[in-house]
């Protein structure tokens, strides 16, 4: 359990609906390592773009894969400013007026300088967390990078300066004189589930499943199965 | 069917992967409508920030809730530059070799000019088209929007100058000399699920489910059901 939080600035202080921000870490983690993919804003010219992409937390440290961010930053020696931002969107919410209509969800946006990883060795230890990270064991048990693949691969990374969460969980809430309407109002809970593994058609019949993937199973919640591994690979969170 | 095309210019040619990459709008257009979240990318100061929230398309115009956007077009009369991304997630692709390792996904990058909806009527149709294009007819259905509640929304229109679709959908590609590795080997697909609806608990009893929201069944993709509400409400697309 992480007691600490991140410093509300003004970049990072949650404007609408403050009730619902979240600065601790230990909820700001759970978070950030029960999804997959994170998107990721970033500036060009004046032009914002934001790119969904694959990326994974290291204590304070957030990587992904390197994409056209990486032409961004190539062009500035520096670094640049980023927002990493993940969603997992939990239930909708239909109440009796427009206005409390609402979506359950988690939600962090972290903010930083994002690199280029560029040390080789840094870049080795990124190409196997990647893999690793989701189905903790795995670099081992697949053919290793290639140098061309290696060349061809980039990481950008990005130390967590100041970060926010963002939670609404409640079920309807409707102003008092509204519940008496005759309104059908429900929540209708969401949840990314995972179905039944499709083996590749040209798999080697008889392959075992690998113990890093156990917890992959048919119906279960990926963002559940993807918190319980990044706990083996990071034991200490 | 909407055989027309997005230019391909600088700003949302696809890089990376350019095989995956859309740009006719059937194809653009059913991305950004099987969603209820768009992540939008947008510049202050220098500093991108990415914020989730609800949106919906109208023809070639994205409408979406305010929040802190607004305090940015506020501040910039003439409009600002964003970036509105959509994606759905279809699968996890484990692969032979960490490089092969992927994810299939329905991606929409659209680019344009924010501003904010400050015509009455234009503000009107969209706090009942922010109902409506989710659960049709709902906004007939519930309590009316009160002059305090109109005033304390505020809605952000983006004609979408530029937009691209990216997508992977097919199985695990390895390099054919790494077929013969005994690695295990799958897709495994993912789905954003509806489950069973929780009647609010101070629900008048025995109200029978609106014709709207019929489509939201438990055990139905998210993404399905929202995209059937979206051609009911507008079956021109």
């Known amino acids: 359990m992480n007691d600490a939080s991140y410093p509300v600035t003004e ?17 700001i983690y759970d978070i950030l390592d029960s999804a997959l993919v994170a998107h990721i804003a970033y500036t060009i010219d004046g032009q914002p773009y934001c790119t ?27 670094g640049v400013p980023v927002c990493v931002t993940v969603t997992h969107m939990d239930a909708i919410v239909l109440a009796r007026s427009g206005f409390h209509h609402s979506v359950n969800y988690r939600s962090v946006m972290a903010f930083g300088t994002a690199r280029l990883v560029t040390d080789a060795a840094e870049k080795a230890r990124a190409l196997d967390g990647f893999v690793d990270r989701f189905f903790p064991g795995r ?35 409707d102003d ?51 918190l319980e591994a990044y706990h083996k690979v990071y034991p200490e969170g």
Not at 11 to 27: M, Q, W, Y
Not at 52 to 78: C, N, V
């Open 139 to 173: 670099s081992k048990e697949i053919r290793p990078a290639d140098p061309q693949e290696i060349k061809a691969t980039s990481f950008v990374v990005m130390d967590i300066e100041e970060a926010s969460g963002k939670i609404r969980s409640t079920h309807v809430m």
């Open 52 to 78: 969904p992409t694959g990326f994974w937390r290291e204590d304070d440290r957030l990587y992904w894969h390197g994409s056209s961010a990486s032409r961004m930053i190539r062009s500035q020696a520096k």
């Open 11 to 27: 970049r990072n202080r949650v404007r609408r609906k403050p009730d619902r921000g979240r600065f601790d870490k230990a909820t």
């Open 176 to 226: 008092e004189e509204d519940y008496a309407l005759p309104v059908w109002t429900a929540r209708i809970p969401v949840r990314q589930v995972l179905g039944e593994a499709e083996m590749c058609p040209r798999s080697i019949p008889g392959l075992p499943v690998p113990e890093g993937l156990k917890g992959y199973t048919a119906g279960r919640s990926l963002d559940e199965a993807l």
